[in-house]
Structures are given as C-alpha cells and as structure tokens.
C-alpha cells in the first residue's frame, strides 16, 4: 500500500506536466488568417479608422492611386512591414492601409502619423520629413544620394458653385518641388531655381547636363529627375 501511494502522485504530476505543455503549444501556435498576416501587429495597426467618405457622384478621387489592389510596404518605428495595401490620400494628407478584420470585413485606418518614417507605394518611395515648427509632413523622394528631389504633393476638395446641383469634385493633384540637402528643404519652380541651389561651381555643370537632356524639371518624369540628382551627387562639393 505504501508502495501505491509514493507512485500515484508521481504519475499524475507527469501526466499533469504533459497537458499544460500541450494546451501550452496550442495557445502559442499564431493564428493564420488570411487577415492577420502580422498577428495585428500593435505597431502597424496603431491608427485611426479612416472615414473620410464622399458622394458617389463626386467627380476625382482624394487618393494618389485608384485602388487599394497595389501591394507596398511601411516603415513605423524602425520596423518595415511589406506586402500591405496601402494608399495616399493627398487632399487630407494620410497615409491609409485597408486589411481584413477577424470576420474578414474590409477595414481602412490611418497610419500614425506619430510612428511612421517611410513608405513604398505605386513604385514611388515617401519620407516623413520633420519641419521646423515641428510639424511633419510626407514627401514623395527620387534619388539614391545624400542630396534627394522631394515632392509635397496635394489636392484640394471643391464645390462647383457654376451648376445649380452645386456638385463636389477634387482638384488636380499639384507637387511642390524641393531639393534637400544638410537636412534643409530649398524649393525650385523651374531650371534656373534648381540650379541656383547648387554652388557657382556645380551650376555650370548641371546646366550643361540640363541642356544635354533635354530636361524640364516641371514636366520630367521621376526617371530623369532621378538621373539628373544622382548626377549632381557626384558632383564635388555636394
């Protein structure tokens, strides 16, 4: 009887140990939705629902892209997130990325404007750029080098007040142009403002490269603007 007793605990705490360890395992084991490619990431899933809606009728959209069906990536907080639906809604200037919820309803939220530093999307690249009155706001970047082209672009959200059904509609996207350079935004509108900011020595060159390429900076595609940075980067004194 002595015997029984000295062997019955010891079965039944090693049997014990055996079914916390697989409930363990299971409580562990991620959960593979189709919508939680990140587990909801708390990082990544920090923003606010987006719910900037308009009238069916309204004329243009607010976003840089038409669709959500293009697939980037997001920088928050040091850590990059790839493979995310993403959009730029320029006229409120938000970052939005759509994702479905536990019950695979489609979801839109804005990414924190607190955490985030760079995004990739419709193969263009973006920084968050600090202002000096502390404000931030989100450029469009083309270059490789230590001196970038960046664009702010924008739309604005109107009235038509010319037709009685005072219809709403958005306004062409528009791009304010800017070199940055040592950490300073230095604007151009045109070739002779892009190359006044370059130093007297590098303006001869790049005028010449300008001339050479036939580049408009108000028009050029961001393959030209980026050959044409990239070629004042190995310019010396930059």
């Not at 395992?25 to 490619?37: T, Y």
């Not at 790839?82 to 309803?105: F, P, W």
């Not at 931030?136 to 960046?150: A, C, D, E, F, H």
């Not at 370059?198 to 980026?226: C, P, T, W």
């Amino acid at each position: 009887m002595q015997r029984i007793k000295l062997l019955f605990p010891a079965h039944f705490i090693i049997l014990l140990v055996l079914i916390m360890a697989t409930f363990s395992l299971k409580a562990q084991a991620p959960e593979q939705g189709p919508d939680q490619v990140y587990g909801y990431d708390p990082l990544l899933y920090n923003g606010m629902v987006y719910r900037f809606f308009v009238l069916p009728q309204t004329k243009g959209t607010q976003y840089l892209l038409d669709a959500y069906d293009y697939q980037g990536s997001v920088t928050v907080r040091g850590i990059t997130y790839t493979n995310v639906s993403l959009n730029y809604d320029i006229c409120n200037q938000k970052l939005i990325m759509k994702y479905k919820n536990e019950i695979g309803a489609p979801v839109l939220i804005q990414i924190s404007d607190a955490w985030l530093e760079k995004a990739s999307l419709g193969g263009s690249n973006f920084e968050v750029v600090t202002l000096a009155d502390s404000s931030k706001r989100l450029y469009k970047v083309v270059g490789n080098g230590n001196v970038k082209i960046m664009y702010y672009l924008s739309k604005d959200f109107l009235i038509d007040n010319m037709k009685s059904t005072n219809s709403q509609y958005f306004s062409e996207s528009r791009q304010e142009m800017f070199v940055a350079s040592d950490g300073q935004l230095k604007g151009f509108r045109n070739n002779a403002s892009f190359i006044r900011i370059f130093n007297h020595e590098q303006q001869s060159l790049i005028k010449v490269y300008i001339r050479n390429h036939n580049i408009n900076v108000k028009k050029a595609g961001d393959k030209a603007m980026s050959d044409l940075i990239n070629y004042c980067n190995t310019l010396s004194g930059l």
